[in-house]
């Protein structure tokens, strides 16, 4: 597996967890992470590696790491269709491996996403995915596209699993307290939920927002919230477990521009909050749950404000999810489909 996530490298990780999760299914897994540092740990049938290195050099020694396994490799998976991709479409022609694209990103359903140099990238993802043996995509849109340019890979739905241990919160709900968990970047448009949130603010004083996560934004969102004069009934959390937050939230709020599936909203719903987001990622699986309101992704603030209102003041109106893709499951599930490129 070549993967981005550097975060594996540490072994008591949750990412390191979900690998094992792969590795209990059945899979011998050697995982490549493109990292800046090297390092990475041993267990009996998985094995990590950090690739060490720059934003370019990184990429060429993954190759170089990669290449020495693939003698014992039965197959190779990137977890993007760009330049992950692209390494392993050159392995799998080098020493005749199948090979597979991982999208995560929603990538193939025709909007465009918040990707650098998208116009080329989208070339290459189009390029590699008709040469893939195997295409995984969390993206029910992505899946449909796919369908229809009739390529000759195997194709298969399969999301982001949800923590199963959302379904376990006990619920104290807070009059008013909205929450949206995601990275501060611009698809998310947390700048959109923060003027919709200071419009609903000034008709109803007692609603608060609480923003858990953080990434590049944080300073601009932090003073668009003082402009705006509602920075004291906003919380921006940083990077933290947002459970604590979810057991007391009234509403759940996500209005990215796109997603490719959404995970924050469906561990929303299984907690039992009402969720209002915009029509993206799993946002039609869950209203066909009855667990969200969908809205436009044109949608304006104060559209949006009028929504939060709506759904603040009639959350009989939500059912609280029952089931989703569990972590095991979706673990299984990827095995499975690893075993029959």
Known sequence: MLSRDASGL???????DRWRLLRNAGAELVVIAASYKSGGWNEKGLRVVGSEGGKITRFFRMY???KKEMQNIDLITAQDPFEL??????????FHKPFEIQDHGGFFDGEKPDEPLWALRKRLAFFLVKRANLVRTVSPFSLARLEAMHISAKYYHLPIAANDSYAQVERE????LIVS??????????????RAFALLHTAIPDTKLVLVGDGPLRSKLEAFAKQLRVANAIEFTGHTDPLPFL??????????????WGVAAVEAALAGVPVLMTRTGCAKWLEDHEAAKTVSVRITA?????????????PDHFKRLTKALSLDEAAREQVNAWKSP
């Open 10 to 16: 540490d072994a008591s990780s949750s990412t390191a």
């Open 64 to 66: 170089s790491l990669a």
């Open 85 to 94: 991709g692209f390494i392993a479409w050159m392995l799998a022609r080098l």
């Open 173 to 176: 709900p807070e009059a008013g």
């Open 181 to 194: 968990v995601g990275r501060l970047i611009p698809v998310k448009r947390h700048d959109l939920t923060i």
């Open 247 to 260: 057991s007391r939230a009234a509403l759940f709020v996500m209005l990215s521009s796109h997603e490719g």
């Open 302 to 314: 104060e559209k949006v404000s009028q929504e939060m209102k709506k759904a603040l003041f009639s």
